[in-house]
Nanobody, 123 residues
Framework: VQLQASGGGLVQAGESLRLSCTDSRRTFSNNGVGWFRQTTGKEREFVATINWRGGSADYGDSVKGRFTTSRDNTRSAVFLQMNNLTPEDTGIYYC?????????????????WGQGTLVTVSS
């Protein structure tokens, strides 16, 4: 598994971004995929996770109702649609491939991590 997150950028509060996570080796279709974010001095925070088939997803409380994750296993890609962004959403966003078909909320459930993509939301 070799993951790469992309799609970050600088936006204003209230705007949207769509992040993508791709697996260049096309091997994570049987695994859950999670999204986490991190800011300086803070622990990595759970954002969202989706199961291997894409039929079930879970979200962190701070993003529920604003973020949606989806996946397209034919393209070995997972997406995070982020709407109504706020400055508190600023951080480096990472995608990770779970050890199992469902990843969960803990970083311990994920075996492979991609390079992050920076999201900056200005007020």
């Amino acid at each position: 598994v070799q993951l790469q997150a992309s799609g970050g950028g600088l936006v204003q509060a209230g705007e949207s971004l769509r992040l993508s996570c791709t697996d260049s080796r096309r091997t994570f279709s049987n695994n859950g995929v999670g999204w986490f974010r991190q800011t300086t001095g803070k622990e990595r925070e759970f954002v969202a996770t989706i199961n291997w088939r894409g039929g079930s997803a879970d979200y962190g409380d701070s993003v529920k109702g604003r973020f949606t994750t989806s996946r397209d296993n034919t393209r070995s890609a997972v997406f995070l649609q982020m709407n109504n962004l706020t400055p508190e959403d600023t951080g480096i966003y990472y995608c990770a491939s779970a050890r199992y078909p469902i990843g969960g909320r803990s970083t311990n459930g994920y075996a492979y991590w991609g390079q992050g993509t920076l999201v900056t939301v200005s007020s």
